[in-house]
């Protein structure tokens, strides 16, 4: 280790538990961090202040004003610029640390891409916010043989978990049944809120899993569910065990990373994307009320569907949980409104 380094990350090598060999293998060290929001922001710059050798950053979306009050990274002048996130964070990052290689790439995380966008990194970071994106990443982790660190929150309430294939349950274990996985009226962070705090605990427990593994120190990971809520003050860490038959880490049945469990997509006329999701039963009228209460406009549903206005997008929404969005031709776009009012 050069004597440079020795000096600026002198505080680190002073904890028992890393060490200056495990700062070796940091500096060496990379991973791959898919979303860049509230926890994708914090964890990005935990881990570039660690020292961490090479960072790569894949997001699709851009910097708004409604992201400043929680994702910690970006600024206003981001938001005015209308900058896309993984961009804004690989120039704030480097700012921070200019000797890690940082890459931000934008990007839509699909089974066709996944492959070459993860290729070669030996860790994966979860700073997703949708499930289904989710649920490839396990695939995908289980395909490539290396860790990965699910974690997810939204309004006062965050969860964590390091998944490391063949050792430890994967997200399929802990979240399908015989059915598959059913997240019917998942709360988003567009339509309950999120605050700070939460996203900075869970990115905290993330990002120290990852130093973990990034430092050689695998007898510390302890393979539990870490779940917090900020507003009641209540923690809780539970043992997940393996399912023996489980689709993915059991079995070997990629179905996400195969493309046959994601939502179908397709043009609807002009300037319109539908969506046809599979297995969901959406509560139109709960779904309504809180929306209404979030930033959409004019909200209305009946018995069959829901609509509602974000500028310059219109959404229909039916209770099997297809969805036209309108104002659009980009699947991408469609996909992203989709995963933050409905969740997926």
């Not at 809520?229 to 880490?249: E, L, T």
């Amino acid at each position: 280790m050069k004597a440079e380094d020795r000096d600026k990350y002198s505080r680190q090598i002073l904890f028992a538990g890393i060490g200056e060999s495990g700062q070796e293998r940091i500096l060496a060290g990379s991973a791959v961090l898919v979303g860049c929001g509230a926890l994708g922001t914090a964890v990005a710059a935990l881990l570039v202040r660690a020292g961490i050798g090479r960072l790569r950053i894949i997001d699709r979306d851009f910097v708004e004003r409604s992201n400043l009050q929680r994702q910690t990274l970006f600024e206003e002048s981001d938001a005015r610029e209308s900058l896309p996130k993984a961009i804004a964070a690989e120039r704030h990052l480097l700012a921070m640390n200019a000797d890690v290689q940082v890459e931000g790439v934008v990007a839509d995380i699909t089974p066709q891409n996944i492959c070459e966008l993860m290729s070669g990194f030996p860790l994966i970071l979860d700073g997703t916010d949708n499930f289904q994106t989710r649920l490839l990443i396990n695939d995908a982790a289980i395909s490539f043989a290396v860790p990965w660190i699910y974690a997810a929150v939204v309004g006062s309430y965050g969860v964590t978990l390091t998944i490391r294939p063949e050792e430890t349950a994967c997200l399929a274990c802990l979240l399908e049944t015989d059915e598959g996985a059913r997240i019917d009226n998942e709360a988003t962070c567009d339509t309950v809120g999120v605050l700070a705090p939460a996203a900075g605990i869970v990115a905290s427990i993330e990002a120290t899993e990852a130093l973990k593994i990034l430092a050689g120190r695998r007898e510390a990971l302890d393979g539990r569910l870490v779940s917090c809520d900020v507003w009641s003050g209540r923690f809780q860490s539970i043992r997940v065990p393996r399912n023996a038959d489980c689709r993915a880490c059991a079995r070997h049945e990629l179905k996400y990373l195969d493309g046959d469990a994601q939502p179908h997509i397709t043009m609807c006329g002009r300037d319109s994307v539908q969506i046809h999701e599979r297995g969901r039963r959406l509560d139109l009228r709960e779904l309504g009320v809180r929306l209404a209460a979030a930033s959409a406009d004019d909200v209305r549903n009946n018995d069959f569907l829901l609509r509602f206005r974000v500028s310059p997008y219109e959404m229909t929404v039916f209770a099997d949980g297809r969805a036209i969005i309108k104002g659009t031709k980009d699947p991408a776009v469609a996909r992203s409104l989709y995963a933050r009012y409905l969740g997926a």
